[in-house]
């Protein structure tokens, strides 16, 4: 296989991967800083932290690029700590790399993804690997949640929040891609793109390429299709139907959910909570809004504890059915 055909067979999250900080979409504010460190040439330990899909391995790996170029391989180790969360990757895997002295550099990088899946032992373990290698080795930890790491590691870090993307830079990129790969995509898939993304790159791209296996002309109806998700105007007659105290029509519509899309109860009710947060005010007063939101997180809680899907959608959408008879 020629080296070009490899590259063609590449997923799109990988072949469209930014090398560079500058490539980096809609985080500016934090690639500007990293910059700043590869011009000085030193860096301080740092966290990443946000939600999947928006660019921190990204960030991370072409900061290290950045730095040390032809080097890159020999001076960075990126580990998975979802994998290796116990303290043995700590006491070997990271102290034997992090021990050595940098090639060519001044020191050497240890990227820790997922670091909020460390292991309590493992964190207190890193703690006192991060303060006894300091002149060799720099830390880089991404997480979700940095609540879950332990406060002497955080204190030890400067703490970059990288949020969820804009929709404008969601469809730059995605309109991009489909440029590149020769796409016809209308635009009504490039908002159903960015409705099931929500914010999430990573899960945008993959979707535009599941949908171009499919069809040469991607639709709205085709991105919904693949990403196993309801329109949002069918979740929005859901709860209409509901609110009218139309039980039976919700009801059928519940059923086309559940059985024509294939959608889990977790996928209905989280969907459920999204359009109603969306709901005009000239229809939904914020009262109401607020008791239908304790129902819906009631109900969910109910789902996630084992309770039958079906039996909890039917009694939630009695419930809302129930809450504006009352108001009557």
Known sequence: MHATDTTLQLPWVEKYRPQKLAQVVGQRDITSRLESYVST????NMMFAGPAGIGKTTSAVALAKELFGSDFERNFLELNASDDRGIDVVRNTIKEFARTLAFNADFKIIFLDESDAL?????QALRRTMEKYT??????LSCNYSSRIIEPIQSRC???RFKPLQSKDLEAQ??????????SVDAKAYEALIYVSEGDLRKAVNTLQACAALEKKITDDTVYSVANR????????LLEKSFEGKFMEARTQLDALMNEHGLSGEDIIAQLHRELLEWPENEVDSKTKIMLVDKIGEYDFRMVEGANERIQLEALIANIALLNAAKK
């Open 41 to 44: 040439r030193n860096l301080p």
């Open 230 to 237: 309801a329109k949002p105007k069918e979740i929005k007659a």
């Open 135 to 140: 002149k060799t080795c720099r830390f880089v």
């Open 158 to 160: 400067v703490v970059f």
């Open 174 to 183: 995605l309109k991009h891609i489909a440029e590149q790969e020769k796409l």
């Open 119 to 123: 292991t309590a032992d493992a964190q």
